[in-house]
């Protein structure tokens, strides 16, 4: 099975690893200590993906991460249906403001359209690409599809940014593309946002809510399978 290529869409995103550095629970961002013992977690939004990855953990004892082997000492699952991120939804729709954090930096793009088509680094936390994003990878794995009119009320800024807090930006990994060597930045911290009341409407909202239910799974932005792009949904706003 041909998991990701290219600039498709993965059907799985990850969480760092998860361990204890310097007497607390964290990501382990930068190296893991020989013997140590740590949680690895990947969300899988294919069906098929799910089965094989879930037969392949059950049934090796090492795996190789990165440039190490790791043994695995127990593996634990479980099925989010994406009814239930709807329900929980339909729980916040009332909610016009909320927040994001950002947990792992997060790499978004601006794709300008004509002539000059290109793909440009956008290091802030713009709603508009942020739910793009979490658009087109919803309706890649998930039902029920959200309808292209979701993506010109966003255009109309139907969502529109209230506030900052502790943004910073990480310039990450360099690697090859087209013969030069090209850089990403990520961004971390904590957005406000809140929906612009002018344009306002209760199944768009609700639409969003579900996007941010979801959000928490599949990461947003490049880098997903790296552990790029974790969140966390802060209500009421930090």
Request: charged fraction near 25%; proline fraction near 5%; hydrophobic fraction near 40%.
């Amino acid at each position: 099975m041909e998991i990701h290529r290219g600039g498709a869409i993965a059907p799985f995103s990850t969480l760092p690893p998860l361990g204890v550095r310097g007497g607390k629970i964290a990501f382990l961002k930068s190296y893991i200590s020989a013997s140590s013992l740590f949680r690895f977690e990947v969300r899988c939004l294919n069906d098929k993906f799910t089965e094989i990855f879930a037969k392949a953990m059950l049934n090796e004892k090492y795996i190789r991460l990165a440039n190490g082997v790791i043994e695995v000492l127990s593996v634990r699952a479980r099925t989010v249906p994406s009814e239930v991120l709807v329900r929980e939804a339909e729980k916040s729709v009332e909610c016009r403001k909320f927040a994001i954090l950002f947990k792992t930096p997060t790499v978004l793009r601006l794709k300008v359209e004509g002539e000059n088509r290109a793909s440009l680094l956008f290091p802030l936390p713009d709603p508009r690409l942020i739910f793009i994003n979490l658009y087109i990878i919803w309706n890649r794995y998930m039902e029920p599809k959200i309808d292209e009119g979701y993506i010109a009320w966003l255009s109309k800024m139907g969502i529109c940014p209230a506030g900052l807090k502790n943004v910073r930006t990480y310039r990450l990994f360099e690697y090859k593309e087209g013969g030069k060597r090209r850089f990403d930045i990520g961004f971390v911290g904590t957005v406000r946002l809140a929906f612009v009341d002018t344009f306002y409407e209760k199944s768009k909202a609700l639409q969003t809510h579900t996007l941010l239910k979801f959000a928490e799974y599949s990461n947003i932005g490049k880098g997903r399978t790296a552990g790029l792009g974790v969140i966390k949904v802060l209500k009421p706003p930090q």
